[in-house]
């Protein structure tokens, strides 16, 4: 992507100056050291489907933080905390944190590897380093959200735009009020202020409301940043289209990091989460269809093409649709493989099992027949060593009678028009 942004005098002065520390231009550094120690420190058992963290810690994880907010809500969620949800999704986003699971149980830890990379970096590395996370990796589905068809980058850039130069009046204001939770977001709105890219202004905590805002104000850092960044993520369609495409991503990240550098030369390094190494030890998924369930050992040298066929000979259904996987990678995204005939790459015949970034407990989504929608679990129970006895995939176990693939509509128990 070429950069066809021209700065300012003013705007590269301002960036050129900005120094960079733990409370500057904002306090995300300093509130972000705090997380990792509050995650370090403890072992947090993350809660539901989305690995949120858990009511109980969260007025203690606030006390800590330079940027609090004053929650009137009797039950708050970390959604409750605009401040606590953006520093997790910076946290999930970077890849320096990693969900295991025990049993029924999800704890959240800090990937070691990444750790000692994150400790290497200076002040100005970290800081930049979250902001790409931030405004190239991170979507809201790493939170549970539903997808959204625009970078965060995006959706901060056009709310920036539309404040004033006196400032935003927030609180008294219904329509900004009712906009703000939507666009960009109060947890957009918190990180904007923990990076120094605008001011806000906190209001009275009242009852009944997680976050009260009296006022945001632009900042001429923030203005100058956003404004080098402004056509960064112009194409909104091909981001969409391409949300989890790696070669696009590492693209993004290089155009972003290319911009900045010259302006802040003590960038040099950055960021490194370990890759994950290919395991050809035997895979062994519990697969579930409602209450019926197959357990399937598969070495780990074979395709996501094979475990497909496994699945279905296992339920007895015909291999006469088309299918895909889903399964989170490390930061918390979802990526999906799909069947060869989509002619998306890579497809489920040219990944391999052993290759997935899957730790025991994870779930692979096995999504079979786009028009009727079977939707299988596939729970990775345990890795074992490789078995030369065990060369394809193998039913060791299972429980139930098989759905059918297509039921008999005239059958008696079924409704009829």
């Given amino acids: 992507m070429t950069n066809n942004v021209a700065l300012s005098p003013v705007h590269r002065r301002v960036l050129r100056n900005q ?26 058992a993350v809660s539901g489907k989305h690995q949120l963290l858990p009511m109980s810690l969260l007025a203690e994880l606030s006390s800590r933080l330079s940027r609090t907010n004053q929650v009137g809500l009797k039950r708050p969620q970390q959604k409750s905390y605009p401040y606590i949800d953006g520093l997790y999704l910076l ?11 025990r049993g029924n149980k999800q704890f959240l830890l800090l990937d070691d590897d990444a750790l000692r990379s994150w400790h290497g970096l ?27 068809p625009f970078s965060e980058l995006s959706r901060c850039r056009d709310f920036v735009q ?24 109060p947890r957009n709105i918190a990180l904007l202020d923990l990076f120094g890219l605008i001011s806000v202004w906190q209001g009275e905590p009242e009852p009944g409301r997680a976050w009260s805002i009296a006022r945001i104000f632009r900042r001429p ?5 956003l404004r080098l960044l402004s056509d960064l993520s112009s194409d909104e ?80 259904f015909d ?19 799909k069947h060869p005939y989509t002619e998306e790459s890579p497809s489920t015949a040219e990944v391999k099992i052993g290759e997935l970034p899957l730790r025991p407990g994870a779930v692979l989504e096995y999504l079979f027949d786009f028009g009727d929608n079977w939707l299988f679990e596939a729970r990775l129970e345990r890795l074992e060593p490789a078995d030369p006895k065990i060369r394809k995939p193998t039913v060791i ?21």
């Fill in 19 to 44: 120094p960079i520390s733990g409370h500057e231009p904002g306090a995300v550094l300093q509130d972000f050291a705090s997380l990792l120690d509050f995650v370090g420190a403890r072992e947090i």
């Fill in 221 to 225: 850092f923030g203005d100058a940043l």
């Fill in 162 to 185: 539309r404040i004033p130069e006196a400032g935003l009046n927030v609180a008294g204001d219904k329509h900004t009020e009712s906009t703000i939770p939507f666009q960009p977001g």
């Fill in 237 to 316: 369609v091909m981001l969409w289209e391409l949300r989890g495409d790696q070669s696009n991503e590492a693209e993004l990240y290089h155009d972003f990091q290319s911009r900045l550098q010259p302006l802040f030369p003590e960038w040099r390094e950055t960021l490194t989460p370990p890759e994950p190494a290919m395991r050809d030890s035997l895979h062994v998924f519990k697969v579930s269809l409602g209450r019926v369930w197959r357990r399937v050992a598969i070495p780990g040298e074979m395709t996501l093409e094979a475990l497909s066929e496994a699945i279905l000979d296992a339920f007895d």
């Fill in 319 to 337: 291999n006469d649709h088309l299918h895909l996987f889903r399964y989170r990678n490390r930061f918390g995204l979802f990526e999906e493989v």
């Fill in 91 to 101: 946290l999930r986003a970077s890849g320096l944190s990693l969900v295991e699971n």
């Fill in 397 to 417: 176990d299972g429980r139930g009678q098989a759905l059918p693939q297509y039921p008999n509509f005239d059958d008696e128990g079924w409704d009829k028009e």
């Fill in 122 to 148: 200076n002040m100005t590395e970290r800081y930049f380093t979250l902001l790409g996370a931030w405004l190239i990796r991170a979507r809201g589905e790493i939170l549970g959200e539903d997808r959204y």
